[in-house]
């Protein structure tokens, strides 16, 4: 089994992949972090709490992390995305968890939750990466207990939020660029180019609620995401970026990647939060680093894996 960290702002998409995690049997999901980002840091706490009640997990460890980023403050939330409450006005109708968050913030899990695993964790964060930044700056020492950073942000042809900068890396470039550009740990990045590609449509929506209660009650969450990706896409149907993520997390090589050096845009002007990848066949200077970017799938693998897995 793959032992399995999540930080993550929840968010409908979130809340596919949280799920995905709680179901896949391949998953040894050994604790949640929580961040600002689609909605604020109460929120997306709540929300995570109660994506995981609704799969019986009790017995995984939840704690919030930074409410801000790391050095400007936040333009502002996803809301029309997601909806006020992050899960299109249903939060509420979702279990409350038993267990609510650990004693400890989101850094300090974190470390306690590495430092103790037998084996390197892949760890996979779908909001700002700001907990991942605090981490990875304050606790050089966990490095080598993560096995990968599967990253669910950036975008190399276009944004989401602005013309260039997808909503995650543009939510703290500070932090991105610590994580993406100045740091060692293994970086697999998935971004929207290919999530974008891996939409579903409304038959697949309605396979999965068929499902059982536990698919009814997710594709219940969609309701404001589906009709913004609905208007987006030209077509019934919404793109769940996030569990594209967890995906290739759970299964390395789902997707296929191209290793290539990338560069955060943390300047004022209109690319703030781009990531740039540098994807020229001859690159000067030779020997920077290099991230895993995912650029292409078998799209119908994708999403079948995903229907499999949710429906358990």
Not at 97 to 117: F, I, N, T
Not at 177 to 202: I, K, Q
Request: aromatic share 4%.
């Amino acid at each position: 089994m793959t032992p399995l960290i999540i930080d993550t702002d929840p968010g409908v998409d979130d809340a596919f992949a949280l799920a995905l995690a709680c179901a896949a049997p391949e998953v040894d999901l050994i604790g949640v972090t929580t961040v600002f980002g689609n909605v604020g840091l109460a929120m997306t706490t709540r929300n995570a709490l109660r994506v995981l009640a609704l799969y019986g997990r009790d017995d995984v460890p939840v704690a919030a992390g930074a409410e801000q980023p790391l050095v400007h403050p936040h333009p502002h939330r996803a809301r029309h995305v997601h909806g006020a409450d992050g899960l299109s006005g249903r939060a509420d109708t979702l279990p409350e968890r038993g267990a609510g968050v650990a004693g400890v913030d989101a850094v300090s899990l974190l470390v306690s939750l590495l430092e103790s695993a037998p084996s390197p964790v892949t760890v996979v964060p779908i909001g700002p990466l700001t907990n991942i930044a605090l981490l990875l700056a304050a606790h050089p020492s966990v490095r080598s207990k993560i096995a990968r950073l599967v990253v669910m942000g950036g975008a190399l042809g276009g944004g989401n939020v602005t013309a260039a900068a997808e909503f995650n890396i543009w939510s703290d470039p500070e932090a991105a660029r610590r994580v993406l550009v100045e740091e060692s740990v293994p970086v697999t990045l998935v971004p929207t180019d290919l999530t974008t590609r891996c939409a579903v449509d409304g038959p697949w929506l309605d396979s999965l609620a068929g499902t059982g209660p536990k698919g009814a009650a997710l594709v219940s969450l969609t309701t404001t995401y589906r009709e913004h990706y609905s208007r987006a896409l030209g077509r019934d149907g919404m793109v769940v970026h996030d569990a594209v993520a967890v995906a290739e997390a759970i299964k390395p090589g789902l997707l296929h990647t191209v290793p290539m050096p990338v560069e955060v845009d943390c300047g004022f002007g209109p690319g703030r939060g781009t990531v740039i990848a540098d994807r020229r066949v001859t690159r000067e200077p030779a020997g920077r680093r290099e991230i895993d970017v995912a650029l292409s799938a078998d799209l119908d693998q994708v999403r079948t894996f995903l229907l499999t897995h949710l429906a358990g």
